[in-house]
T-cell receptor, first 113, second 115 residues
Framework: GENVEQHPSTLSVQEGDSAVIKCTYS??????FPWYKQELGKRPQLIID?????GEKKDQRIAVTLNKTAKHFSLHITETQPEDSAVYFC????????????FGKGTKLSVKP | GAGVSQSPRYKVAKRGQDVALRCDPI?????LFWYQQALGQGPEFLTY????????KSGLPSDRFFAERPEGSVSTLKIQRTQQEDSAVYLC?????????????FGDGTRLSIL
């Protein structure tokens, strides 16, 4: 089955710096890779996603890149702000499923003012 | 509705009791997923509905877990004879279309504590 590894587990940056979170997946049949932001006690919030037919997608300060050959994808946040502080999860679709997401263990991002 | 709604937000039960958790997906969303999130971990898949049909229950940890969506909208996750290891946040997510590459929108979850 699908396995998703996420690094780092914690990340601390200064406000205005960039943050990069990396994930690898194992199932070559996976074709959809969302990223979720979860604040303490709140719901996972979809912030960006990418499908396997593209290599990069950008939405304002957030971008995601996908390397299908190497089976890894990354989240890039530029010009970080304190409100970006949260736990970020990457996920991949379990191949052959109806959309079951397999999540990484999360990255706790702290943005220091 | 505006988003996925789950109730109750918090549930405390004694070991051995039965509990029922409710999910009200976004109106018109065909697909509905249940996930379990342990403290400090990512969500883990439990089960999937397409309208009223439960097409995948491979993630349910035991036969004490049962889910239904009888009219293709509201779903209920029931846990019988609860045990301490059932303590977790139970998340519901819905997506508009019945395809695997569709965005899933989550509710706030039900935090279940088993004493």
């Amino acid at each position: 089955g699908e396995n998703v590894e996420q690094h780092p587990s914690t990340l601390s940056v200064q406000e205005g710096d960039s943050a990069v979170i990396k994930c690898t997946y194992s199932d070559s049949a996976s074709n959809y890779f969302p990223w979720y932001k979860q604040e303490l006690g709140k719901r996972p919030q979809l912030i960006i996603d990418i499908r396997s037919n593209v290599g990069e997608k950008k939405d304002q300060r957030i971008a995601v890149t996908l390397n299908k050959t190497a089976k890894h994808f990354s989240l890039h946040i530029t010009e970080t702000q304190p409100e970006d502080s949260a736990v970020y999860f990457c996920a991949a679709i379990q191949g052959g499923s109806q959309g079951n997401l397999i999540f990484g263990k999360g990255t706790k991002l702290s943005v220091k003012p | 509705g505006a988003g996925v709604s789950q109730s109750p937000r918090y549930k405390v039960a004694k070991r051995g009791q039965d509990v029922a958790l409710r999910c009200d997906p976004i109106s018109g969303h065909v697909s509905l997923f249940w996930y379990q999130q342990a403290l400090g971990q990512g969500p883990e898949f439990l089960t999937y509905f397409q309208n009223e049909a439960q097409l995948d229950k491979s993630g349910l940890p035991s036969d004490r877990f049962f889910a239904e969506r009888p009219e293709g909208s509201v779903s209920t996750l029931k846990i019988q004879r609860t045990q301490q290891e059932d303590s977790a946040v139970y998340l519901c997510a819905s997506s508009l279309l019945p395809y695997s590459n569709q965005p899933q929108h989550f509710g706030d979850g039900t935090r279940l504590s088993i004493l």
